[in-house]
């Protein structure tokens, strides 16, 4: 997994780690946390019903195969058909000290189907990576930015109005997909990782994962939109439109539970606010957030919710008889 995993940084960096693989040198702390930097979006090993099949008619017997547990694989480049998740765990003492071989895995369950065409790109763009397809850059930071200004990203100042960007990636991805891989970030933040990625002055340590999202984003040439060059045009300090704040917060807090509803993972209020990227915001200004409150009162009712208010009545009911 090696290749895929530096496949970003510049090259003398990649060259230093190579040597340091060769020579074995297991008191390096660095190749440790790259390996781990790999395994995040890939609880446990994946294999192809077909490779095994072949393997087993060719050789008599099977191996695990790089390219199906890269953390974004879903499916096999060879055959074309969706991966099985066996219960193997990709890291940690049983998954690398065992000799299971994939024909003796118990296949668990399909790998949900690639639906999206940023999971297809995102899928070949990690090949790439592993493959050692991806051309070498000294800086790609300084790539992305000029991608991004292509695309409409870029303000007069010469910079990327990277918080644009990481809601356009946001929406493009899918909370889910970005929480499964270890890359979830705040849409309004400006130190979010692509915001720090389209930055080229930044050197920012960010896995090869969130390089091949970025990757990904701007192969697929999702366009800005229109009124991100609007905001940014005005000089100084754009005012702060409270009620259109509220609406677009309200919007993303429909989707928010839209995405997670089928899901059996349950939010307390603070963390929602966090996700959304609300959570200074909504502390200091509630009041100028009537819908927002509104739905946040709703959600407390649901499953979703971690403290659902209609189950603790019923935990209460007989100290509520005392009275
Ligand atoms: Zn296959």
Same mark, same amino acid.
């Given at each position: 997994?090696?290749?895929?995993?530096?496949?970003?940084?510049?090259?003398?960096?990649?060259?230093?780690?190579?040597?340091?693989?060769?020579?074995?040198?297991?008191?390096?702390?660095?190749?440790?946390?790259?390996?781990?930097?790999?395994?995040?979006?890939?609880?446990?090993?994946?294999?192809?019903?077909?490779?095994?099949?072949?393997?087993?008619?060719?050789?008599?017997? +099977?191996?695990?195969?790089?390219?199906?547990?890269?953390?974004?694989?879903?499916? *096999?480049?060879?055959?074309?058909?969706?991966?099985?998740?066996?219960?193997?765990?990709?890291?940690?003492?049983?998954?690398?000290?065992?000799?299971?071989?994939?024909?003796?895995?118990?296949?668990?369950?399909? *790998?949900?189907?690639?639906?999206?065409?940023?999971?297809?790109?995102?899928?070949?763009?990690?090949?790439?990576?592993?493959?050692?397809?991806?051309?070498?850059?000294?800086?790609?930071?300084?790539?992305?930015?000029?991608?991004? *200004?292509?695309?409409?990203?870029?303000?007069?100042?010469?910079?990327?109005?990277?918080?644009?960007?990481?809601?356009?990636?946001?929406?493009?991805?899918?909370?889910?997909?970005?929480?499964?891989?270890?890359?979830?970030?705040?849409?309004?933040?400006?130190?979010?990782?692509?915001?720090?990625?389209?930055?080229?002055?930044?050197?920012?340590?960010?896995?090869?994962?969130?390089?091949?999202?970025?990757?990904?984003?701007?192969?697929?040439?999702?366009?800005?939109?229109?009124?991100?060059?609007?905001?940014?045009?005005?000089?100084?300090?754009?005012?702060?439109?409270?009620?259109?704040?509220?609406?677009?917060?309200?919007?993303?807090?429909?989707?928010?539970?839209?995405?997670?509803?089928?899901?059996?993972?349950?939010?307390?209020?603070?963390?929602?606010?966090?996700?959304?990227?609300?959570?200074?915001?909504?502390?200091?200004?509630?009041?100028?957030?009537? +819908?927002?409150?509104?739905?946040?009162?709703?959600?407390?009712?649901?499953?979703?919710?971690?403290?659902?208010?209609?189950?603790?009545?019923?935990?209460?009911?007989?100290?509520?008889?005392?009275?």
């Amino acid at each position: 997994m090696l290749p895929y995993a530096i496949a970003f940084l510049p090259p003398a960096e990649q060259a230093r780690i190579i040597e340091k693989a060769i020579s074995l040198d297991t008191s390096s702390e660095s190749l440790s946390s790259i390996a781990k930097s790999v395994t995040v979006g890939s609880r446990y090993r994946r294999i192809c019903a077909s490779c095994v099949q072949e393997d087993l008619g060719l050789l008599g017997e +099977s191996y695990w195969r790089r390219a199906h547990l890269l953390p974004m694989s879903r499916t *096999c480049a060879t055959h074309g058909i969706e991966l099985l998740e066996t219960d193997i765990p990709v890291g940690g003492s049983r998954g690398t000290r065992n000799f299971v071989m994939p024909h003796q895995a118990k296949a668990a369950r399909p *790998c949900p189907p690639v639906a999206k065409e940023i999971e297809r790109l995102v899928e070949r763009v990690g090949l790439e990576a592993l493959h050692r397809s991806i051309p070498q850059n000294e800086n790609w930071s300084h790539v992305y930015k000029l991608r991004a *200004c292509e695309l409409g990203y870029g303000m007069p100042s010469g910079d990327v109005a990277s918080a644009a960007l990481a809601r356009g990636m946001a929406n493009e991805f899918g909370l889910d997909f970005l929480v499964k891989h270890g890359a979830r970030f705040s849409r309004a933040a400006t130190s979010s990782w692509p915001a720090l990625l389209v930055r080229p002055d930044s050197a920012p340590n960010v896995s090869a994962t969130r390089h091949v999202f970025m990757h990904a984003f701007l192969r697929l040439g999702v366009r800005a939109p229109e009124q991100v060059l609007q905001t940014y045009k005005r000089p100084g300090k754009a005012p702060r439109n409270l009620s259109s704040t509220d609406e677009e917060a309200t919007r993303r807090f429909r989707e928010f539970q839209e995405v997670w509803k089928q899901s059996s993972r349950r939010f307390t209020v603070r963390e929602v606010l966090e996700v959304l990227g609300l959570a200074q915001t909504y502390r200091h200004h509630y009041v100028e957030f009537p +819908s927002l409150r509104a739905a946040l009162r709703v959600f407390r009712y649901t499953e979703l919710a971690e403290r659902q208010i209609g189950r603790r009545k019923r935990v209460y009911a007989s100290s509520a008889k005392r009275k």
